[in-house]
């Protein structure tokens, strides 16, 4: 490269355009630190963790007793809901399966069918008051408890027992020995023929009574059949929807606090496991910081002095051919490309050339290696000399006059990008011809 091949290429503006995997490629070199910056903060992460935990030994175990107690109280409290619900709900479900298996639930108030009849308490003795009331208790208790139901139901097959207890209702007078009974039905035949059977199945028991209570007769009189408002049934359907309500809201109200419950925060239980656990998380959350905080520190560093990542930096700008890149190469792999980079050298010398001088900001030990290698193979037909630091040694650069050409050598990530231009502008100045840069 010329002087005026030198002013021609420069740039005046002191912008660079750098890719983000060279910063990263440039600072993976650089491992070792990185590795270091890691291993260091993840022990301080982990040790910090571990003593901390230690050190709060005893209210650690204070909370997780605590809160095992709470988290025992709140399932607890919990399985007690659930039970609750589905008990409840087991109730709804009874009740539901009943109002469509009951013929009582079904009928219309309305229009309710009914059979009722009068039962009079009579005898050939005198009946005090208290004889009276045990004698209409006596037949009360019989129609809506006793087995004269039950014989009636046996003989038909459409209805059970169950059924045609809460078919019939009995009401005992308020003075007088007078009891009325009433049996419901789908039609009034069918009520007057079970109102009939039942008053049979009475005066069956008549005999079975007045063992207990002495002797008396019963009579059945004012029988009627009848279809019209039944004002008890509908009290009754009305009573048991309403429980159906009541249970289901007893159900959603259990359920809703159910669902309000909290569950006790866990914490963590102390033991030198769970310690050491921690401990290792902890190790490796400062361990990957540490390799992130590393890379961005070395990128930091690299950018703020400011060195060159690739040969193209420098080359692309100034039009200077690219030897040879040993940054990558293994030992036998560079041994071998020293052979072609002298063929190369050769060939772009002028004609008469026999000084050609290395110089550059790769390291005194690297400059001395190629000088020698590069002398190994010329021979006696070239001599390659060693020039040091031209930037800062006045000697060196007198020393420049004495070389036909000139071997740029520069290290990949250390070598400063402005100090390569300014070596190069000094080798224009002198009116030396770069051969070639090499870098390592």
């Not at 069956?204 to 207990?212: D, F, I, Q, R």
């Not at 006790?264 to 102390?270: C, D, F, K, L, T």
């Amino acid at each position: 490269m010329t002087q005026k091949e030198y002013y021609d290429f420069r740039e005046d503006e002191n912008t660079r355009h750098v890719s983000l995997v060279c910063l990263l490629k440039s600072a993976a070199k650089r491992w070792k630190i990185i590795l270091l910056a890691g291993i260091i903060l993840g022990c301080l992460f982990g040790g910090y963790k571990i003593f901390s935990i230690h050190s709060k030994k005893d209210a650690m175990i204070e909370e997780y007793d605590t809160y095992i107690n709470k988290l025992d109280a709140y399932k607890e409290s919990l399985r007690e809901y659930k039970q609750t619900v589905k008990d409840l709900q087991t109730q709804i479900n009874a009740k539901l399966t009943y109002f469509e298996s009951s013929i009582k639930m079904n009928m219309d108030t309305q229009n309710v069918p009914m059979a009722t009849a009068d039962i009079g308490v009579t005898s050939t003795r005198s009946l005090k008051a208290d004889d009276i009331a045990g004698i209409k208790n006596a037949i009360y208790n019989e129609v809506v408890f006793g087995d004269s139901a039950n014989a009636v139901a046996e003989k038909y097959d459409d209805i059970t027992a169950t059924g045609l207890r809460e078919l019939i209702t009995c009401k005992m007078a308020a003075s007088g020995p007078t009891l009325r009974i009433t049996v419901r039905a789908l039609d009034e035949e069918t009520a007057a023929k079970y109102r009939d059977d039942l008053l049979v199945e009475l005066g069956k028991k008549v005999l079975t009574m007045e063992k207990a209570l002495g002797s008396f007769q019963i009579e059945a009189f004012n029988k009627g059949v009848m279809t019209g408002y039944d004002s008890e049934l509908s009290t009754f359907q009305e009573k048991q929807h309403a429980s159906v309500t009541t249970l289901e809201s007893a159900a959603y109200t259990a359920q809703n606090q159910s669902n309000q419950l909290s569950k006790p925060v866990a914490v963590p239980q102390y033991s030198k496991k769970n310690m050491l656990i921690s401990g290792i998380k902890m190790g490796a959350v400062g361990f990957a910081g540490g390799i992130i905080l590393a890379i961005a520190a070395v990128i930091a560093l690299l950018i703020q002095k400011g060195v060159i990542f690739t040969s193209d930096e420098i080359d692309g700008e100034f039009g200077i051919r690219t030897l040879a890149e040993f940054s990558d190469m293994k030992p036998e792999e560079a041994e071998k490309e020293l052979d072609y980079v002298f063929a190369r050298i050769e060939n772009a010398m002028k004609k008469g050339a026999s000084v050609i001088a290395v110089i550059g900001q790769a390291s005194a030990d690297q400059k001395d290696r190629l000088t020698k290698a590069l002398n190994d193979r010329a021979g006696s037909s070239v001599n390659f000399i060693h020039i040091p630091d031209i930037l800062e040694n006045a000697e060196s650069v007198r020393e420049l006059k004495k070389a036909d050409g000139v071997v740029l050598m520069e290290e990949i990530g250390k070598s400063d990008y402005l100090g390569v231009r300014k070596e190069i502008a000094v080798i224009a100045d002198s009116g030396i011809e770069i051969v070639g840069s090499v870098y390592c």
